[in-house]
């Protein structure tokens, strides 16, 4: 099942990036440990109680060199139209102003349910100061504080509330789900029918055409596929045509239902800052990944361009070094029959569990190629090891200290095990555990 989607909605100053840093729980800053991802910080998950959601802060979205007035109302379409609750943030030490109005009667239209939450109430003497925001005519107002923390629980509650019910399909186990993200105009659309035999997808060279992710079911060889096509990750109009980069909220809501994500990649355009950071989602939630070069067709090509070009994507994706590359052409059809055994090969790596007797044979040996580092005078100890997780395949290595488990012995200890079992097309995630 899918996450509900919140919005934090508000105009300039009034604390939604300190609302949404306090929700999710950290700071998100737009730098990853791994390289080649940036973390775009607009968009995180977060839970309360018994309810995962994913954020949207909107204050960190940038329209341009538009009009105050206008880059508000553009900002809290955005929300509107990704959003399934929106949290209207105001500032309570400031009173209700005309951009608070403003943004209150976009948000009528919306027809979203909407918490109204007004910020900056450090104390209860201050609470008097709520009452003017009852003008705004979405109930309650919640007093609350992001810089003190204050107030928020009642307000996720309220959240909560709102959040629907779904009732998604749901597929049997061994059916393949798999989705296609990228820019927009890659050729996803293509692809899908390519695949499919048919034109069940609109095509059209206008970036944008599909609004919404639409499920494809599909069988070849005796193994059933549902494709989630997602051309819909950038929709018609002035905001999305000026701000591509936030193209990759719609995505992640079919990211979240695959088992395999293909990156599509357009090869007669190369390789953007905005591929990396639409695949570094499909990284960070922990999905199968194939990487696919569509529109080879329409590429000058000697011995060497398949080659060159697939060392300028591992450089550039150097956080998905284990993800295969398909080279194909939506549009000819050429090797597009070579995709759909790579799928297959991901899909079951994704699920791949292994016995703990060998994993641990695997660690050693690791260990006495390069022995554990040392951090003053104390060595690492690793005990042993055991796979706790698939989809993507996790391991737990118990050891004496875990905060002397280097982020690069930990990664020594990933290339060991991807040589000893393959995991080809998946992450694999190592945690580190003190011995109890």
Request: charged share 30%.
């Amino acid at each position: 099942m899918t996450k509900p989607v919140v919005a934090i909605v508000g105009r300039p100053n009034v604390g939604k990036s300190t609302i949404f840093n306090r929700i999710v729980g950290e700071r998100i800053s737009i730098v990853e440990d791994v390289p080649g991802v940036t973390r775009d910080r607009i968009y995180s998950s977060a839970e309360w109680l018994t309810h995962d959601f994913n954020i949207i802060d909107t204050g960190g979205i940038e329209i341009g060199d538009e009009p105050f007035l206008e880059q508000i109302r553009q900002q809290a379409e955005i929300a509107i139209d990704e959003a399934d609750v929106i949290i209207f943030l105001t500032n309570g030490r400031e009173g209700v102003t005309t951009a608070d109005e403003i943004v209150a009667k976009i948000l009528y239209r919306s027809k979203k349910p909407v918490v109204l939450a007004v910020n900056k109430i450090d104390n209860p003497e201050m609470r008097e100061q709520v009452y003017e925001f009852y003008s705004l005519g979405f109930g309650d107002p919640y007093p609350i504080s992001g810089s003190h923390g204050l107030g928020l629980g009642d307000m996720l509650d309220a959240v909560a509330k709102s959040f629907k019910k779904e009732t998604e399909e749901q597929y049997a186990e061994d059916v393949i789900k798999f989705s296609l993200i990228g820019r927009p105009n890659v050729g996803k659309s293509s692809l899908v029918n390519a695949l499919l035999g048919e034109d069940r997808v609109i095509v059209s060279d206008v970036a944008g055409t599909t609004r919404d992710a639409i499920d494809s079911s599909y069988t070849y060889q005796d193994q059933e596929y549902v494709i989630i096509d997602t051309a819909g990750m950038r929709k018609k109009g002035k905001v999305y045509e000026t701000t591509e980069k936030y193209s990759v909220l719609r995505a992640l809501r079919a990211i979240e239902r695959s088992d395999v994500v293909l990156v599509v990649l357009n090869a007669e355009e190369g390789i953007r800052e905005q591929d990396k950071k639409i695949a570094g989602y499909a990284h960070e939630a922990g999905r199968a990944v194939v990487i696919v070069i569509n529109k080879w067709d329409a590429v000058e090509k000697d011995e060497k361009t398949m080659k060159n070009f697939e060392e300028k994507v591992r450089d550039h994706f150097q956080f998905l070094d284990y993800a295969p590359i398909v080279f194909l052409s939506a549009k000819t059809k050429k090797r597009v029959h070579t995709l759909i055994p790579v799928i297959n090969t991901a899909s079951e790596n994704h699920a791949l569990r292994v016995q703990s007797s060998i994993l641990n044979e695997v660690i050693m040996d690791a260990v006495a190629m390069n022995p554990t580092p040392t951090d003053n005078g104390k060595r690492l100890r690793i005990y042993y090891a055991t796979q706790v997780a698939v989809k993507p395949p996790t391991f737990v290595v118990f050891v004496n200290e875990p905060e002397l488990m280097h982020f690069s012995y930990e990664r020594f200890l990933e290339n060991r095990i991807r040589e000893a079992f393959g995991f080809v097309g998946t992450p694999i995630r190592i945690l580190a555990r003190a011995r109890k």
